[in-house]
């Protein structure tokens, strides 16, 4: 075994910092990250850890940019000493030779980094950083484990692997893989392009998790409605709006694109009005000074209908485009093949159901009064152009899908679609990148089973007694349709999953019925920490990509291996091309496996689990990528001066805007019927749902279905509380959760409203426990009047932190989550109805005291 206790490591180093002021603390990390690289302590490493810093003429610097799955792409600039990072900036034009940024126009805003992307260098030489592989010692989910060999551990996950796909078969492995690496090149995690699934598909083992967190319902509603997630202008369209609706959207903490407040500001200026409809006034309407919308959550279907109401009785429509690009929008435009069934006028009219969606009817299921319905429906209506950005929040619901297919047919009936300044989003994808370095080719994403995501625990849990609509089977034209999964292993790849999904109690359940978890992270994570093996994986900082932005952008950064891998740390390319080699090893008389290692990896040998060999085969990749980037985008830039310039950015006449073809031009859009689809042939063709991958009916047209839960719903009578729980200002999920700098400026606390705090006696900063039936945790509370009454938030990705009770005292919102899917697989993250009370329980924020205590993984000799 080795004594982690007397090796001068990173953990070591820390060791001794626990009670440390954060200065001191600052310089062992700092230092400490070194030490681990490069085995001992240089004098100048200590030197430069701390002040007085460094000036920028005694370091290098290196543009690069930030990564995760954080709704933007932004520069950094890593100023290095030796092989350390010293400091982070970020894009002010000083460091790109051929000035492309810096300029802070309208045409070329610059890419600064946010302050997570800037506090970086805290998480690349955090205490919690994992170095070298570990095996679980104790049981699954003590966090006990031992430093092992990278042969010793690849040796155990491929043994494991191969005894699992031939004892349990092709579904024996579930793909968790997820965004956290997404939005690279080459180093890819995700479900669909990502390197676990085209790993565990060749492998011949491997069960899909098909529904993504954060907007699966919206997927759904671009997807039905516009034949495409592809709805979303380019960030600059914002700037030309009359009137921008932030629909469950605060841009201020949960970005969507790289410069949309930017933009915003400059629409802004330019005499745009602002609306929140929100259960929480936010920082983005108190800086845009928005009329604010407080709204129940999930009953945004409902209020949509009203105002569809408003506009129909007032003949408000811009009939003329819904008569050109519609479909089932009204009689006229109903398709002939379904002339007789329900069209969306008619049922918002309550002409087939008896029910007008009046103003007053949605104002009794929203809370919302029926004049403001009106007062917004008008104001849609007879501003243009006006962006309504219905944004994916409300949308992570129960029937989440309803809302966006609503605001969809809202965006239809005023024309406002494939207009500048207008808005069809939705997903809002504005960018197609050239998004694989490696092959994208037969061999991604095949899968032999394939479930909604939060379902995994159901199946793993009542398998082999599960409907196929229970978990959302997909169907499949072979043999294996209708199988369902007999889910014995999962790997975790760029994934938090476990801190993540929803019900986390049922997934504790769950787990402990798997045979192999395995975990591919840079740091030690709560879904780590349940896992048996333990594989550290080197950052972006410490390999070579290509950084794409999120869903908008259009430009490409390089990302150069600014420092050497820590500790023993590797890609996760590396770690599949090598146990790609071991598992054909494993199985010689498999023909489906012969030349796995090869074929996985095209352009290596296997000796690509050594750094210098992979440095020349990524750079081999990335060559022949930009080459395809030239071909198919009309780049003319060659790689060596792309490397030199670090940013790509496309450059356009006039700002992207979804669907301007298809309006201005008549294309089709891309939809069975060419037309915007209000009313789906698609949907209302099918008879049998639980042969779909939805298992349960979802109607031809928008309507308004009562959630699972919500405060209109019997059961509040016992949870009064309707709990939402949105993305974090000061995290990226569950990324930065470790990080004292930025949750100094941010705590985990649950917000209420000041009449609830009133009636139970609460003030800001007392400690509560959270609760329902499915789980409880512990967090302070922050009263205020910005929040509507009924309604509590809390943000999501706090690192668990269970006590011996099950008692969660970290905050993390997913121990309250139901793990009951909408049919068309959103999550029901925003769905939970909850009950507060007074706890002498102890809240651990988990960053200082606990940070350092968690890294003692590291230390323990078992
Ligand atoms: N209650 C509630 N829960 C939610 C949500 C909500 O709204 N409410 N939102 C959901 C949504 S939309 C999402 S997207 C999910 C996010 O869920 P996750 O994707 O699980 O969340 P992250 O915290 O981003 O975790 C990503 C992990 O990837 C690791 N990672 C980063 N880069 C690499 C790499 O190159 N290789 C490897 N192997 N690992 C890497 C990071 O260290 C991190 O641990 O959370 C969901 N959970
Ligand atoms: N800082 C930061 N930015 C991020 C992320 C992050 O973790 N941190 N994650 C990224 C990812 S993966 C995603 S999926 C996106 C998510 O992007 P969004 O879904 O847009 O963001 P959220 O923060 O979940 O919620 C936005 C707003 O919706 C409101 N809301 C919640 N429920 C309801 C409802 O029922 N009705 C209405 N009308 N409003 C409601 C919340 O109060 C909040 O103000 O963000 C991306 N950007
Ligand atoms: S918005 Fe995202 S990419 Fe940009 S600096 Fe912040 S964390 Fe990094
Ligand atoms: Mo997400």
């Not at 609306?275 to 928005?290: E, F, G, H, I, N």
């Not at 889910?487 to 109690?505: A, E, M, P, R, V």
């Not at 029901?828 to 706890?839: G, M, S, W």
């Amino acid at each position: 075994m080795n004594d982690n206790n007397d090796s001068p490591t990173l953990a070591a180093a820390v060791a001794g910092a626990a009670a440390a002021d954060r200065r001191d603390f600052l310089k062992l990390v700092g230092a400490a990250g070194l030490v681990s690289a490069a085995g001992a302590v240089p004098e100048k490493a200590q030197a430069f850890a701390y002040e007085p810093y460094p000036t920028d003429d005694q370091l290098t610097t290196v543009g690069t940019s930030c990564a995760h799955n954080c709704g933007s792409r932004h520069m950094l600039v890593a100023h290095k000493q030796g092989d350390v990072i010293v400091r982070l900036s970020t894009d002010d034009g000083r460091y790109q030779k051929g000035g492309f940024f810096g300029k802070d126009t309208e045409a070329e805003p610059q890419l600064r980094a946010c302050l997570r992307g800037r506090s970086y260098r805290s998480r690349l030489y955090s205490p919690e950083r994992l170095l070298y592989p570990m095996l679980r010692v104790g049981e699954r989910g003590s966090g006990q484990f031992k430093r092992v060999s990278w042969d010793e551990a690849l040796d155990f996950v491929a043994r494991k692997m191969t005894q699992l796909k031939r004892d349990y078969g092709p579904t024996a492995l579930l793909d968790q893989s997820y965004a956290g690496a997404s939005y690279g090149v080459l180093h890819k995690s995700d479900q669909i392009e990502g390197l676990l699934g085209r790993f565990l598909g060749m492998f011949g083992c491997r069960t899909n998790s098909w529904s993504v967190p954060s907007y699966q319902g919206t997927t759904f509603s671009s997807r039905i409605t516009f034949g495409t997630i592809e709805d979303g202008n380019e960030d600059d369209a914002f700037a030309h709006s009359k009137l921008i609706i932030m629909w469950g959207w605060n841009p201020a903490y949960t970005f969507h694109g790289g410069n949309t407040f930017y933009y915003m500001r400059l629409a802004k200026q330019r005499g745009c009005k602002f609306v929140l409809v929100d259960p929480q006034y936010t920082d983005s309407a108190a800086v845009y000074d928005a009329w604010w919308i407080p709204i129940k959550p999930n009953t945004d279907a409902a209020m949509m209908a009203g105002m569809a109401h408003t506009i129909f009785s007032e003949k408000l429509q811009d009939q003329a485009f819904i008569d050109k690009f519609v479909l089932g929008m009204d009689r006229r435009t109903m398709p002939k093949e379904h002339a007789g069934a329900e069209n969306f006028k008619d049922y918002i009219l309550g002409k087939t159901d008896g029910v007008p969606k009046t103003a007053e009817w949605a104002a009794a299921i929203c809370g919302v009064s029926a004049a403001d319905i009106r007062k917004l429906a008008r104001l849609y209506a007879t501003t243009k152009p006006a962006a309504l950005k219905a944004s994916w929040a409300p949308g992570r619901a129960s029937y989440g899908e309803q809302y966006n297919r609503m605001a969809a047919a809202l965006q239809a009936m005023t024309g406002n679609i494939g207009k500048l300044g207008g808005s069809a989003e939705g997903v809002g994808k504005a960018w197609h990148s050239e998004s694989t370095a490696y092959p994208y080719d037969d061999n991604a994403n095949i899968w032999f089973g394939s479930i909604k995501s939060d379902r995994w625990a159901h199946c793993v849990l009542n398998y082999p007694n599960v409907k196929r609509e229970e978990v959302g089977l997909w169907p499949r034209d072979d043999e294996l349709d209708g199988r369902i999964p007999n889910i014995k292993g999962i790997f975790w790849q760029g994934s938090d999953w476990f801190n993540q999904l929803t019900n986390i109690n049922k997934e504790i359940e769950a787990i402990r019925k798997l045979e192999l978890v395995v975990c591919m992270d840079a740091t030690i994570t709560p879904s780590g920490l349940w896992a048996d093996v333990l594989l550290p994986i080197a950052t972006h900082f410490e390999r070579h990509d290509v950084a794409l932005p999120w869903y908008k952008g259009h430009y490409y950064i390089h990302r150069p291996k600014v420092i050497e891998p820590l500790g023993e740390s590797k890609t996760d390319f590396q770690v599949f091309t090598e146990l790609a080699y071991r598992l054909e090893a494993l199985a010689p008389g498999d023909a489906k496996l012969k030349d796995f290692g090869p074929r996985y990896n095209p352009r290596a040998t296997r000796d690509y689990f050594k750094n210098e060999v992979s440095d020349q085969v990524d750079e081999a990749y990335l060559v022949a990528w930009w080459k395809k980037v030239q071909d198919h985008q009309g780049v003319t830039m060659s790689w060596a001066d792309f490397k030199k310039h670090g940013v790509y950015k496309f450059t356009f006449k006039q700002p992207l805007v979804a669907f301007r073809d298809q309006i201005e031009k008549g294309e089709p859009f891309e939809t069975g019927s060419g037309k915007i689809e209000i009313f789906s042939p698609y949907l209302a063709g099918i008879t049998d749902w639980t042969k779909t991958q939805y298992g349960y009916p979802i109607p031809a047209i928008p309507k308004w279905i009562e959630p699972f839960e919500s405060l209109n719903h019997p059961k509040a009578k016992q949870f009064p509380f309707h709990l939402i729980t949105p993305h974090p200002r000061e995290r990226t999920h569950s990324i930065y959760h470790n990080i004292p700098w930025l949750r100094e400026t941010c705590t985990q606390e649950v917000t209420i409203n000041a009449s609830d705090a009133k009636r139970l006696g609460l003030q800001t900063g007392d400690t509560v426990e959270v609760f329902n039936d499915r789980g409880r945790c512990v967090v302070p509370v922050y009263v205020t009047e910005r929040v509507l009454p009924g309604v509590a938030v809390l943000y999501e990705g706090a690192w668990m932190d269970r006590d011996a009770n099950g008692v969660d005292r970290a905050g993390n919102p997913d121990f309250l989550t139901l793990d009951e899917p909408s049919p068309a697989g959103a999550f029901a993250y925003n769905t939970i109805l909850v009950d507060i009370r007074r706890t002498d329980l102890a809240h651990k924020p988990g960053w200082d005291q606990l940070g350092t205590a968690r890294s003692a993984v590291f230390r323990r000799d078992y």
